[in-house]
């Protein structure tokens, strides 16, 4: 059976790899301009992402940077609803938002998102009960701690089975609130509460959650991993990035998570003419 996942109106194939284009909409990225900026920014940036072959693009509001400020729903929705809107007004393609408020996911799915991605994984008050509501498919990602502090001293009695175990009980607390597991993704959560060895020792494990039957997700594109093992500023990590998320595809990603769409398209590309020949 060809494996899809349903995107409200759009079907994902994830019999391939797929990549997630990465659209920035956090204010640091816009101390300039208004509103008007935002959009006519995300739209140029979304229109080259789907043209380099972004089946997905995901929208992020909330800075996750170690150490970041907190943003409230408000803002959060402000900063993310009319981009949305924008996006599936023009184009035919499955928007993902980045977030891990309530508020945020049901608005995002009055509005027409495609996928809802969580870094923590609907563990906040009232996601299990809004994703519970709907039909689409939710990213749950690992976290240890929380983005103020996570970097501080992450520590793992064993790390690729303390992830596995965090996944199989937030299976189960979906399943038990009425989300069907075929909808659900997995992200180890690549820097999130993870040091230089750890997230090397994650990217090396990789294939190791595929026991879990659900499609994986891989983010690293431009990560301070790649970043503090090279010695790189994040505008000259390309080359480590493409490394990795190769990596990831080669070890069972069905969905990588990138800057350069581009870039990384003509790596899988490549990666995809040897696999068919083995
Ligand atoms: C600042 C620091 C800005 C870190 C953005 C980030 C992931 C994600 C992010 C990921 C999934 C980044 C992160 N990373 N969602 N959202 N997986 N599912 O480096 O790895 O892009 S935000």
Redesign the pocket.
């Known amino acids: 059976m060809l494996k899809t996942l349903s995107c409200a109106e759009l079907v994902l194939n994830i019999e391939i790899p797929q990549i997630m284009g990465?659209l920035?909409v956090?204010p640091d990225s816009f101390s300039d301009g208004g509103q008007f900026t935002r959009i006519d920014s995300a739209l140029s940036q979304v229109e080259k992402m789907i043209r380099d072959g972004a089946q997905i693009i995901?929208i992020?509001g909330e800075?996750?940077?170690?150490g970041?400020r907190d943003v409230s729903e408000k803002d959060e929705i402000s900063r993310v609803v009319p981009v949305l809107n924008a996006i599936k007004q023009r184009f035919d393609i499955i928007v993902s938002i980045?977030t891990s408020k309530a508020g945020v996911m049901s608005e995002a799915i009055a509005n027409g998102a495609g996928i809802i991605?969580?870094?923590r994984a609907l563990q906040n008050d009232g996601c299990l009960a809004i994703m519970s509501q709907c039909e689409l498919p939710v990213?749950l990602?690992h976290m240890q701690g929380l983005?103020r502090s996570m970097q501080t001293s992450p520590q793992y009695h064993n790390l690729i089975d303390d992830i596995k175990m965090f996944f199989e009980q937030r299976i189960e607390q979906c399943e038990q609130m009425g989300i069907n597991k075929q909808r659900l993704?997995l992200?180890p959560?690549?820097?999130?509460g993870k040091t230089l060895t750890q997230n090397y020792h994650l990217l090396a494990h990789f294939a190791d959650f595929k026991s879990l039957d659900l499609p994986l997700?891989?983010?690293?594109?431009?990560?301070s991993m790649i970043g503090n093992l090279l010695n790189r500023d994040v505008e000259q990590r390309l080359a480590g990035s493409l490394t990795t998320a190769i990596l990831a595809v080669q070890q069972g990603a069905k969905i990588i998570?990138v800057?350069d769409v581009k870039e990384t398209m003509d790596a899988i590309r490549i990666l995809n003419a040897v696999s068919e020949r083995v």
């Open positions: 990465i920035n956090t995901d992020g800075s996750t940077r170690p970041a980045d991605n969580d870094v990213c990602m983005p993704i992200d959560g690549f820097g999130f997700l891989a983010g690293l594109s431009r990560k998570r800057h």
